[in-house]
């Protein structure tokens, strides 16, 4: 079995929130830590914010079945957690910032692609319970959604003709650093279709400051 380490090594929490997962009875199947990252980043990057209620018990039981009332209690320090990340990434997204995405670094033998293939099955699957995002059906979604969804086996896409066709056109990610770099950039790019930033207005001219002269055509005359 190989050992991870790296990049999810690098950050207290992911550690925090695995101690909190262990804590579940036996029988459940939760989502591991990676693909808790990208699921979270699946859920903020619907058009519509996604009450905590409705997500955060889909970490413990992923097929989004009701969870009982004594396991949802028993639950409340991971879903403590899993809303401190969840604020760490929904203020990374709201300012386009760099994250760094909770991915295992493996030895040589594992592939980019396996590497974040945890991470990415995380995120199709809040896209699977929330499908507002993929409702908006912009063209700007098929470049972002292709150079995630390339880590999935083409058989598993094969409904899916217009996202193979992109996947087709995108090199293979060259390293781990690489392919990590493509999460952070596709999410940002989603985000600008179903979270786009309002640009702040220009601020009001100062009292008794003369306006700026304009040209018939409205616009400010250019300069001779």
Known sequence: ?????????????????????DQLPAATEPQDVSMIDGFICGV????????????????????????????????????DLLAQRHAELDAAIGGRQWFDPWVYEFDDAVSPSDSVLPWVAGFALAL???PRLMALESPEL????????????????????ALLEQIEEIEPAADLAEAVEDLVRSVMLLADVSRPQILARPSARPAGTPARPRSRSGNPPKRR
Not at 15 to 20: E, K, P, S, W
Not at 45 to 62: F, G, K
Not at 149 to 159: A, K
């Open 44 to 79: 903020l990057l619907q058009p519509e914010p996604i009450v905590a209620t409705r997500w955060q018990p889909m970490v413990i039981d992923p097929q989004g079945q009701p969870v009982a009332a004594g396991l949802l209690a028993r639950s409340r320090p991971l879903f």
């Open 128 to 130: 699977e319970h929330f």
């Open 1 to 21: 079995m190989n050992t991870p380490s790296g990049p999810i090594d690098d950050d207290p929490l992911p550690a925090r929130i695995q101690d909190a997962l």
């Open 142 to 161: 098929l470049e972002p959604l292709a150079l995630l969804y390339r880590h999935f086996d083409p058989d598993d896409l094969e409904d899916a003709e």
